[in-house]
């Protein structure tokens, strides 16, 4: 197996794109994972990135061609002015100060800069309560609410992914959950993502994806899945209830008794884009600029994709590394979730190949990993996926 690649020490060129450079420019607001994985998928696109982020050391600077730091909520005019300069613009965080500023002051950005976001679908999506309720108005299966019987799986209203959720065993621990918090039956099963896309009349369903949970519940892998009727209808329902303009994640467990939706996120999400796009050739952010021109919509899917990832099997996954006293590696990699990887300070590209990227996540002695692997098949993807772990245990040994 060949692994000749670009490693560190080498000048990297990890922004080379897959779509012809089309001389458009991207803002992205936000540099912390969403703002990493959107900047990516925009250089794959072929497009100029323009990164806004308050935070000096934002991840995202790494796949930028331009940095801003400052905060955009306390400087509007510098904010309007870099818009003037821009194609498109697109939100990658969720802070709600900085969400609500921008639908606030949302027609005085240039009007040659589309915005890539729906305001109202966001809304719902980020207060689980009214995204329940939602999914109850147009007949989607969502886990019974305050079921009678252990366990439970309790989550709060309003925090992202899962942040804070947890099963509960037993009567008594619950009465430790905190007020508000949204109290579920808990399912057994894999959990399932599907992203789509619209205009708010036409929608694109892209490639459904195996979400893999640490033992806190956060994502530590991601791996493609085959087609689902079931789950695409269920999407196209929740999107065309929404009259969605923009993008949005639905997550489902796949129980005994078929789908229930946990949760939609009607923002750019993390993690998953990427493995999309090595599973189905399909580039999110390709897609997501075509439901903001002209007649979106049929044959939009293959203006957006990438012949020569269509059909192969990617894995992406976040490790921690750690010393240990054990020869000869003196090192262990543990699979985590991407809490991981944002407690870097900084974010390096270490080796990048046809088949194998690796992105090391530091602050001073602390190592994360994130390594994405894919091929023709599963089995040769795995092969370089444990090829690429042994690379980032060489080197820090």
């Known amino acids: 197996m060949c692994l000749s690649g670009k490693s560190m020490g080498d000048q990297l060129n990890v922004f080379r794109p897959d779509f012809q450079k089309s001389g458009k420019r991207i803002c992205l607001i936000g540099g912390k994972l969403q703002g990493v994985e959107a900047a990516y998928l925009s250089q794959k696109a072929g497009l100029h990135v323009i990164l806004?982020?308050?935070?000096?050391?934002?991840?995202?600077?790494?796949?930028a061609d331009?940095?801003?730091?400052?905060?955009?909520?306390a400087d509007k005019k510098r904010f309007v002015e870099i818009s003037q300069n821009a194609d498109f613009m697109l939100p990658v965080n969720e802070n709600q100060k900085t969400i609500d500023f921008l639908e606030a002051v949302q027609s005085e950005i240039s009007p040659s800069c589309a915005l890539l976001f729906d305001f109202g679908a966001?809304?719902?999506?980020?207060?689980?309560?009214k995204s329940k309720n939602y999914f109850r108005s147009v007949n989607v299966p969502t886990p019974a609410d305050r079921p009678t019987e252990p366990p439970f799986f309790i989550k709060p209203?309003?925090?992202?992914?899962?942040?804070?959720?947890?099963?509960?065993?037993?009567?008594?621990?619950?009465?430790?959950?905190?007020?508000?918090y949204l109290i579920e039956e808990y399912v057994e099963g894999p959990v399932w993502s599907l992203e789509v896309i619209g205009d708010g009349k036409h929608y694109n369903v892209v490639k459904e994806t195996h979400i893999h949970l640490d033992d806190v519940y956060d994502c530590n892998q991601v791996t493609p899945l085959p087609e689902s009727s079931d789950l695409r209808k269920i999407t196209l329902d929740l999107a065309k209830g929404l009259n969605l303009k923009g993008i949005m994640d639905v997550e489902a467990i796949k129980g005994q008794k078929g789908f229930?939706?946990?949760?939609?996120?009607?923002?750019?999400?993390?993690?998953?884009?990427?493995?999309?796009y090595f599973s189905s050739g399909v580039n999110l952010i390709s897609l997501l600029i075509e439901?903001?021109?002209?007649?979106?919509?049929?044959?939009?899917?293959?203006?957006?994709?990438?012949?020569?990832y269509v059909g192969q099997y990617c894995i992406l996954e976040h490790f921690i590394y750690e010393e240990t006293n054990v020869a000869p590696v003196y090192g262990k990699l543990t699979s985590g979730g991407e809490h991981l990887v944002s407690k870097g300070k900084k974010l390096t590209p270490i080796f990048v190949s046809e088949?194998?990227?690796?992105?090391?996540?530091?602050?001073?002695?602390?190592?994360?990993?994130t390594i994405i692997s894919h091929s023709g098949s599963q089995e040769e993807a795995e092969k370089y996926h444990e090829a690429a772990k042994l690379m980032v245990l060489e080197k820090n040994t």
């Open 66 to 73: 331009e940095f801003h730091c400052f905060d955009v909520t």
């Open 260 to 276: 229930k939706v946990l949760e939609i996120d009607a923002r750019f999400p993390s993690q998953t884009p990427i493995c999309v």
């Open 291 to 308: 439901a903001f021109g002209k007649n979106y919509g049929v044959g939009s899917l293959k203006k957006a994709s990438c012949d020569k």
């Open 157 to 180: 209203p309003n925090e992202s992914g899962s942040t804070n959720a947890r099963i509960v065993r037993t009567e008594k621990e619950l009465e430790s959950v905190p007020a508000g």
């Open 355 to 369: 088949n194998i990227e690796i992105y090391e996540f530091a602050d001073q002695k602390y190592r994360a990993y």
């Open 122 to 129: 966001y809304r719902i999506s980020c207060d689980k309560n």
């Open 52 to 63: 806004i982020d308050k935070n000096k050391d934002a991840l995202a600077r790494e796949f």
